[in-house]
């Protein structure tokens, strides 16, 4: 070879082509971005469907809360000496108060179609009164019954001023401007999963009529609504009315053909038809008056458990309220409108107390999955449901027919509607930075904790002594940490927002999405407030500009 100076090196390989890393499964499937709003509601809070199916849908709203009458009704009664005529008219002071409730709260209160019923946080205080009663001297069973309902109605009275201070001071509403999205998760999901013992465990109680129930509305509602567009709107608004008759008729010819002559009495008063005994006991005609059951009676010892209920219907009415906002197409409530809902609420339990009902109002888990199911989120709907409860509550024999369905009947509907419920509150997550180690961990801990706490306080209390965990010299001190803890939406709401606002909160302030969450707690914050919550006519001249 000749070396002549001149030879070039060798040009360099060309650099590999760059790969950008794509995330994990970002290719695989469109995206959703988050949404304020539900797409597929047919009617929200400000439309309305047609004057025939408004009717009949105020009429479903009215028999989905009727089981929670019923409910606390039947267990609450007997063991205060009440007999089934007792018991029926019970459930007409249950029934008008809750029509009265929900007028207020649908006109003046939080403005959305929550229907307001019977809470089974009273559960305990009122088991606690009747012990104290127990071991006394009557001349009748009947005389104890009176003698302790007037005990429930002094303490509710007096307790009801709870909400009222809460509410009216606008301290509530302060305090619900502390939550973000990665509270409302578990708090709103424990809505609805925090009373899964009225689901399954009471439709088991008679369950070749509560599975048949839960498989039939869950088959008519959503599977045969797609066999035919004609079909598709009727089911899936009307389906639960379908079911209910289609089951009722079933368990009836079960009673008259004596398929429960030869067994327990437990299973003949879940299974039977003719074991409620209302329909012979209830009056023709009879208006729920102040102090019908005479005049109440005031002590401390009774008053302090009812204010730890009136304190627990706040945290979860709240909660209702929110997940009421998703399903009614509505931006979730602000704090002025949350506290002059629970100001609103305090003022129905004052006349729950006066007009004699056995426990304490809030909103009504069930008929809120009710709009998820129907897809119908109107105000009005739910506003003329209370007609009929105003009907059913003074004219007793119609009511007492309804109030005759089987209890299993109820529990199997309240497995797709207090589903339905827990899920809207998952739909919060999207707010939030959901690959965030810390918003996963405040989640978690706060919704395990409130199942795992709220159930140890629940399988510890004895129902029949109303003794829970929590068992010191003090009764009033027990019946008030026994029903706070045995509430799931009140530990999952005290755990997590304790977490959220203490672990890492400023920096982790976008995470968490309280840039998307605090505008909606002004009254100002979103053009959108002023529409959903403002009074209807001209109530806003009577009304102090602070609870506008």
Avoid at 174 to 186: D, G, L, Q
Avoid at 364 to 384: C, F, K, Y
Avoid at 402 to 415: E, R, T
Wanted: overall charge neutral; charged content about 10%.
């Amino acid at each position: 070879m000749v070396e002549n100076g001149h030879e070039q090196p060798p040009a360099p390989a060309p650099p590999p082509p760059t790969t950008v890393q794509q995330p994990l499964g970002s290719a695989r499937g469109p995206a959703y971005p988050p949404a304020e709003q539900l797409l597929q509601l047919n009617y929200c809070i400000h439309s309305n469907p047609s004057w025939a199916q408004t009717a009949i849908l105020a009429f479903q709203h009215y028999i989905v809360m009727l089981g929670s009458i019923v409910m606390v009704a039947s267990f609450l009664v007997p063991r205060m000496g009440g007999d089934a005529g007792d018991k029926a008219r019970v459930i007409q002071a249950l029934l008008f108060m809750s029509g009265l409730n929900t007028l207020l709260q649908a006109l003046l209160g939080t403005r959305l179609p929550t229907v307001m019923g019977p809470s089974f946080a009273y559960i305990l205080a009122v088991l606690s009164i009747i012990n104290d009663f127990r071991d006394e001297d009557f001349a009748s069973e009947h005389e104890r019954f009176l003698r302790t309902m007037r005990a429930i109605q002094g303490s509710l009275i007096i307790s009801s001023f709870i909400n009222m201070l809460l509410g009216f001071s606008r301290a509530w509403g302060e305090f619900t401007k502390f939550f973000s999205p990665v509270i409302i998760v578990p708090y709103v999901c424990l809505v609805g999963l925090g009373l899964f013992g009225r689901g399954f465990p009471q439709l088991a109680t008679c369950v070749e009529i509560g599975l048949p129930m839960l498989v039939f509305l869950v088959v008519f509602q959503q599977y045969m609504k797609r066999l035919h567009p004609a079909a598709h709107p009727i089911l899936e608004r009307f389906a639960l009315l379908f079911c209910i008759g289609l089951v009722w008729a079933f368990a009836a010819i079960l009673t008259v053909a004596g398929a429960y002559n030869n067994v327990g009495d437990a299973t003949k008063r879940s299974c039977r038809t003719d074991r409620s005994y209302l329909l012979s006991s209830a009056p023709w005609i009879k208006i729920p008056y102040p102090f019908q059951w005479g005049t109440p009676i005031f002590r401390a010892s009774h008053v302090f458990g009812m204010m730890g209920a009136a304190l627990v219907t706040t945290v979860e009415s709240t909660g209702t309220f929110i997940a009421a906002s998703r399903f009614a197409g509505a931006t979730p409530p602000p704090a002025h409108v949350l506290s002059r809902s629970i100001g609103l609420q305090g003022v129905g339990q004052l006349l729950d107390g006066i007009f004699g009902s056995i426990v304490g109002t809030n909103a009504s888990v069930e008929n809120v999955g009710l709009l998820a199911l129907t897809h119908v989120g109107s105000r009005r709907v739910v506003q003329i449901s209370t007609a009929f409860m105003f009907f059913f509550s003074i004219f007793g024999k119609f009511g007492a027919f309804f109030a005759s369905i089987p209890l299993p009947i109820f529990a199997a509907i309240y497995c797709v509607l207090y589903g339905l419920v827990a899920a809207v509150g998952v739909t919060f997550i999207q707010f939030t930075n959901n690959n965030s180690m810390r918003n996963i961990y405040v989640m978690g801990l706060s919704l395990f904790l409130g199942i795992s706490i709220a159930q140890y306080f629940v399988m510890s209390t004895n129902m029949g002594s109303g003794h829970g965990p929590v068992n010191t010299g003090g009764g009033w001190f027990n019946d008030i940490l026994n029903t706070i803890f045995a509430s799931g939406p009140m530990v999952a709401m005290i755990v997590g927002s304790i977490l959220d606002n203490t672990l890492d909160a400023h920096h982790a302030h976008d995470e968490r999405g309280v840039p998307w969450w605090a505008p909606f707690q002004h009254k100002k914050g979103d053009s959108r407030n002023e529409e959903f919550y403002s009074f209807p006519l001209r109530f806003n001249e009577y009304i102090p500009t602070r609870f506008l």
